[in-house]
């Protein structure tokens, strides 16, 4: 019997190609044109051949494929960005005997693949193919580093004290194995192939000098899915994030960079991210009425308009009672002790995707919230927050912190410049 | 300290609202108009509010939103619809106790929640809102009936001969856990909230009738997300299905589809689905050459074109040598073997999903294709491709099944009718 990995030719059947061959290199941008960034739709007269037999309508390029984030920028893309579609946390360690040397290279490395994918390029090794049609669909890649990576490569004295453990938390159920990690790498995209294209582009040029720690996906309503200007729904079906600062508040860079005189110096316009998989207890929670879950969260669930009357954007009226004397937000709603003028100003960038993972064995989805949240300092964004939420929030009952990690995410790298260089050079 | 499940008012929180209460029953048409149907851009000019902080770009609601799938057609719907951005597949067993009567419930609960999602508007029962500023975003939901069903209900004489098992195959490393299962939900849409709400929907009606047996999630390009009008890639990077059957074909319908006269009488017009989880083993397959990679398959990788020259739909020449007077699509390569004119016409329609379920241990991905076709018949469709592959296919080496199923697709309801209707009440 033939050894089917072997094709079969009637003489030698192939010349192996150069292991970075050229022929794997060819770039995408001679299938975009110039459309790649520019959002003209090519093609849309194209016969559109379709996976499935039915008639498939034709597919153009649409802002969804061709909408592209730039790498070099003041800080690293994925954080302000809009939310996409689809997302991949992946934590690395060092491998054992990589240090500060193998960890440049690596994040030169990962720079490099990663301003290519960013651009809707093919990787610079062995592109996989698996992205090669598509545009740059919105894909952002940042990059952060854990407490435990400046203990291995030796640069305890660059750490940052904002990358202090974090304060346990009564509500946490953390399991150490999806929690931290010396790298963290956020993926997002509109589409999921071009996802898992730079997924796997960055675990193979990690090599041997890191390995997954973990990995999570996640995912958020695909642009063009609502016509309805409100903010993001969560998989509790409440919208979520209508009071995450905005980048037009005059305090918003403050809160959520260090500024470029800031410290440690590598840490110039970067951020600190808070990732916590946080775990819906879907069957418990859509037991309740839906006024007990406007109640729990101090706000309508059709509009996200408070309680005390309005819209989405209006501001909470705290004080605000009914014919009763009722306070209309109750005092241990969510949105109430949220509010950042009731937190000393403590103020997050809220950016997460949600996740599904399947049913436990019982039924139960293992179901929840990719938490991302982005700040200056954890100490005046993060922390003060979940200690007010560990004492008596009333949405707590319904979600289990399963994972944590804090991460430091440098700023945006210069043109020439790979993320960390100020840290790994300095 | 409060109990912080139960809202802190000054009284009496809360009356709780009647389990099936009409307030949670608000059509999402209030909120689409009839652009749901109908393709028309609502709020494009509408300011985004955005999730992240970012200046989001306005957020209209696209033909992605929009578009729609019909529940009452002749075949049911997610056979012959293009492939959605992401996919849920569950299999259901049904609960001690339950039979016939309890089945004809339940399919009759789901058809009609899977009638109202794929309209756009809001579960029958406490919808959980996760959907309900977004467009039917071309939901398919799909009920399919697997062998054990005819057992549990006593409805053995009306169990299909080509529900038979599926023969065992040499490259099958099968988990019992994740194959087979009395029913089949099969979910689809290019808005992963909206696909999502519809799993839980109908898990939430299965209630305690049937409970999840397993469940898997894969996904499929955005919409929009390339201008190329080429056939879908999977996550080796390769073209694939460029030679599904056409529904312009005279044939197709003989070959996917039961005749309306066919064999048993319920299943007119219904559609036989094997479902297979296939692992890719893509640390070994992204190690081989483009050459290798392209000899496997026998079409380039770049365009999905057949070694022996042309563009992806140019016939097979299967005779072709060079000057070497080799052939050109090697004897073993995987579009040689499951060319239908190779297979006594054997045809079937595949329409998957990727999966991307994380990393083991050591690194390699859990990735691959849920693998569905779809076929009048399984002795004419899958299973003699399966065998010819399962005897030296050159991509075998690189796949793995994991998990198979084989379900019985009833013909489309009618209206006022459920799926299976013909089998529960005949």
Known sequence: MPDPSVPQTRKAPETPAPEHSGARGVSRRTLLGTAGATGIVLGAAGASVGYAAAPAPAAPLTSLGSDRAMFHVKHQPGITDGLQARGHLIAFDLAPGAGRKEAAALLRRWSTTAERLMAGEPAPHDDTDVSRDAGPSSLTVTFGFGHSFFTRTGLEKQRPAALDPLPAFSSDHLDTSRSDGDLWVQIGA??????????????????????????????????????????????????????????????????????????????????????????????????????????VVGRRKSDGAPLSGGDETTPMDLEKTDAHGEYL??????????????????????????????????????????????????????????????????????????????????????????????????
Chains 1, 2 share one sequence.
């Open 329 to 426: 937000v109750p005092l241990n709603a969510h949105a109430r002790i949220t509010r950042p003028d009731r937190n000393g100003g403590a103020a997050m960038l809220r950016r997460p995707f949600s996740f599904h993972d399947g049913f436990d064995a019982d039924g139960t989805p293992d179901a929840g919230l990719l938490f991302i949240c982005w700040q200056a300092d954890p100490l005046r964004g993060f922390v003060p927050v979940q200690r007010k939420l560990d004492r008596g929030d009333a949405l707590s009952t319904y979600l289990r912190h399963e994972s944590s990690g804090l991460f430091a995410v440098p700023g945006g790298a210069a043109k020439g410049e790979y993320v960390g260089q100020r840290l790994l050079e300095g």
């Open 190 to 295: 509109n589409d999921s192939l071009v996802a898992f294209h730079a997924l796997r582009a960055l675990q193979k040029e990690a090599g041997g000098a890191a390995r997954i720690r973990w990995q999570m996906n996640g995912f958020n309503r695909s642009p063009g899915a609502t016509a309805h200007p409100m903010t993001a729904r969560n998989l509790m079906g409440q919208i979520d994030g209508t009071r995450n600062p905005k980048p037009a508040e005059p305090d918003f860079d403050r809160r959520i960079f260090v500024p470029a005189s800031g410290e440690p110096a590598w840490m110039a316009n970067g951020s600190y991210a808070v990732v916590r998989r946080i775990r819906m207890l879907l069957d418990d929670w859509e037991k309740l009425s839906l006024t007990a879950q406007e109640a």
